[in-house]
């Protein structure tokens, strides 16, 4: 099995790239026509991901990675969901073991204009136009990974490339050989999903079906562990990885609301962007300090940044009524949300402010865009952190996955390269994962404690670890690329990992 499984995400390699291909090119037909042509500015983005997972159900069903077309539909949040099982191997469907897949499929902006200017040869939807004004330079200075010149026929380019459409695209392909090699389905059941609107609101698609379709559930519907297929890959220590972890996030929104008047008068108001100037400032200086900033010898260090403003005035000449800032806040073992928070509110600029006759209001907002079926989230912008621990089953079975299907075939590299053995590591960014992780005792999620999900605390989660196609610090920039010799390694660790996982579990109990 284990030769049959590479060959195949060998030889459907170029299949992948097509894939790939498409779903990052599919936002140019929209983007620039009018919407009552159809068209719409956003495409591809959180909550606009609608024609690039009609494409991807379409290609689904025509691979055979479904063994037909009903197994393959929209939730109600508007994740792209498809299951396969084996219904021949005589298993009762409560006994069968449980493995989702979980990749996003919206993008960041793409800054289309951007990319022709700085590239020469590259569009962000197209990929490359044309290689005779590729500016190598230029690339290799804002990419963290590429390889030789004489190797970029194996690079992918376009927005989502990295992050994280070969993800997804990679699920496809590992489906489809799941139901093409005999055996590799027996006993287990494989959901696979290519959720929405995880660049806005991260794990908010997980977050719907933990809380709306898990609670209750028979065992056949919960997972026994999760593969995660944002990219894995590392600029310095080697392409796809297996991550087992990474830090949480928060977004922490700050309105200050003074006075408006006419600039010319400014004494006659009170201005919220002069006196948050002030707050920018002193919370910089404390973030770059340290200090109330937890560390973790395995996640890293908590840290914070200002990522996104908006200001109402009532004109460029005036003193303006409200400016309203956020804090992106990554969050490690020892973070609190609440503290967090207060270390914000307990700044001498925050209480000058407020002496001034300013309001200053700090909290965590809430994330309440529709997706593109119209669901509303409105969960409160904190994602939590996880560690699946390095000794668990599904880390053990996922580096032997590695071993028998990847290893024999690589020749050990540096750099961005891929790795003969498998490497254990954790994400810098976030992930889904982070919408998995629920209050165990209140969640209504039975069987956890037979599927061996992972507590911290009053917390629980599935036993989740990341594997994809892609290096994290290639992603969200002009230029994103993905190598598609990961596809190989990516696509036959997923598709080994099942049987393999509820052979070395049943052994462990």
């Known amino acids: 099995m284990d030769k049959t499984i590479h060959a195949l995400a060998v030889k459907y390699r170029p299949l992948a790239v097509e894939i790939l291909r498409e779903a990052i090119r599919i936002p140019a037909d929209y983007v620039d026509r009018p919407a009552d042509q159809g068209g719409d500015p956003h495409c591809g983005?959180?909550?606009?991901?609608?024609?690039?997972?009609?494409?991807l159900r379409q290609r689904i069903v025509e691979l055979g990675a479904v063994a037909q077309a009903e197994d393959v539909f929209f939730d109600d949040f508007g994740n792209l969901v498809w299951e396969i099982s084996d219904p021949t191997d005589g298993i009762d469907p409560d006994d069968k073991t449980v493995i989702w897949y979980d990749g996003h499929s919206d993008t960041v902006a793409a800054l289309r204009k951007r990319w022709r200017e700085a590239?020469?040869?590259?569009?962000?939807?197209?990929?490359?136009?044309?290689e005779t004004k590729l500016q190598e330079d230029f690339l290799r200075q804002e990419l963290g990974w590429?390889?030789?010149?004489?190797?970029?026929?194996?690079?992918?380019?376009?927005?989502?490339?990295?992050?994280?459409?070969?993800?997804v695209?990679?699920?496809?392909?590992?489906?489809?050989?799941?139901?093409?090699v005999e055996g590799a389905l027996r006993g287990v059941i494989v959901r696979s999903y290519a959720s929405v609107a995880e660049e806005d609101n991260d794990g908010g698609g997980p977050m719907h079906v933990m809380a709306t379709e898990l609670p209750g559930a028979p065992?056949?519907?919960?997972?026994?562990?999760?593969?995660l297929t944002e990219g894995t890959g590392d600029r310095y220590n080697g392409a796809v990885g297996i991550y087992r972890g990474q830090r949480g996030r928060m977004q922490i929104e700050v309105t200050v609301t003074g006075k408006s008047c006419h600039g010319s008068m400014p004494a006659e108001g009170r201005n919220p962007l002069e006196y948050a100037a002030s707050i920018l400032v002193e919370a910089t200086e404390q973030a770059k300090s340290g200090e109330g900033f937890a560390h973790d010898d395995f996640l890293g260090s908590g840290t914070r940044t200002a990522s996104w403003a908006s200001l109402d005035t009532p004109s460029d000449c005036a003193v303006p009524e409200r400016f309203t800032f956020r804090f992106d806040r990554r969050l490690t073992v020892g973070d609190d949300p609440t503290r967090a928070i207060a270390a914000i509110e307990d700044l001498p600029s925050v209480a000058v402010a407020r002496d001034a006759g300013l309001t200053v209001e700090v909290h965590a907002p809430r994330y309440t865009q529709p997706t593109w079926k119209g669901t509303l989230p409105s969960n409160t912008q904190i994602y939590p952190g996880w560690v699946t621990p390095e000794n668990h089953v599904a880390i053990e079975a996922a580096a032997e996955s590695y071993r028998r299907v990847a290893s024999p075939w690589i020749e050990d590299g540096e750099g961005g390269n891929l790795r003969r053995?498998?490497?254990?590591?954790?994400?810098?960014?976030?992930?889904d994962g982070v919408g998995m992780v629920v209050e165990a005792d209140s969640s209504g999620i039975e069987h956890l404690d037979r599927k061996r999900w992972v507590r911290s605390g009053r917390f629980a989660h599935p036993p989740m670890f990341g594997i994809g196609p892609g290096i994290e610090h290639n992603t969200h920039k002009i230029g994103e690329c993905v190598d598609s010799r990961e596809f190989d390694v990516a696509i036959a660790v997923m598709a080994r990992f099942p049987t393999l996982f509820r052979e070395i579990s049943a052994r462990s109990h």
Do not use: M
């Open 219 to 227: 065992a056949a519907r919960i997972p026994d562990a999760v593969i």
């Open 146 to 167: 590429l390889p030789p010149r004489d190797e970029w026929t194996h690079l992918v380019w376009g927005r989502g490339s990295a992050d994280q459409l070969g993800g």
């Open 169 to 180: 695209v990679s699920q496809v392909i590992a489906t489809k050989i799941l139901r093409e």
């Open 421 to 431: 053995d498998p490497r254990v590591d954790r994400w810098i960014f976030s992930t």
């Open 119 to 130: 590239t020469g040869g590259l569009d962000c939807y197209d990929g490359l136009v044309d």
């Open 45 to 55: 983005l959180s909550n606009h991901e609608g024609p690039r997972l009609e494409y």
